[in-house]
Nanobody
Framework: QVQLVESGGGLVQAGGSLRLSCAASGLAFSRNAMAWFRQAPGKEREFVAGINSIGDATYYADSVKGRFTISRDNAENTVYLQMDSLKPEDAAAYYC???????????????????WGQGTQVTVSS
């Protein structure tokens, strides 16, 4: 049974930082590309950042480029999202996702991902 469990969300002031973690089990983690998506109330789920299976390629949405950093530890089966200089518009539920089909690529489409976590809430106060 595949499980992706996010943690690290919370309330932070604008300009602050948070580090999200996603612990994976039940899958060959090092053979999956991983990504973070987010969804704010009333909005569609959107791609935030992705990293390929071996960790040598990353991709970011323009809205977070230069502020967020995605990384992974294949020995710990964990993917991280370091979020700095947070803005109120970053507030959303954040989800991690795994793509087993094209592990060396990074897709920005949610349809490409096979497994999803339950989400962790990020709230940014102004």
């Amino acid at each position: 049974q595949v499980q992706l469990v996010e943690s690290g969300g919370g309330l932070v002031q604008a300009g602050g930082s948070l580090r999200l973690s996603c612990a994976a089990s039940g899958l060959a983690f090092s053979r999956n590309a991983m990504a973070w998506f987010r969804q704010a109330p009333g909005k569609e789920r959107e791609f935030v950042a992705g990293i390929n299976s071996i960790g040598d390629a990353t991709y970011y949405a323009d809205s977070v480029k230069g502020r967020f950093t995605i990384s992974r530890d294949n020995a710990e089966n964990t993917v991280y999202l370091q979020m700095d200089s947070l803005k109120p518009e970053d507030a959303a539920a954040y989800y991690c996702a795994a793509d087993r089909t094209f592990p060396l690529g990074i897709s920005t489409s949610s349809r490409a991902y096979d497994y999803w976590g339950q989400g962790t809430q990020v709230t940014v106060s102004s």
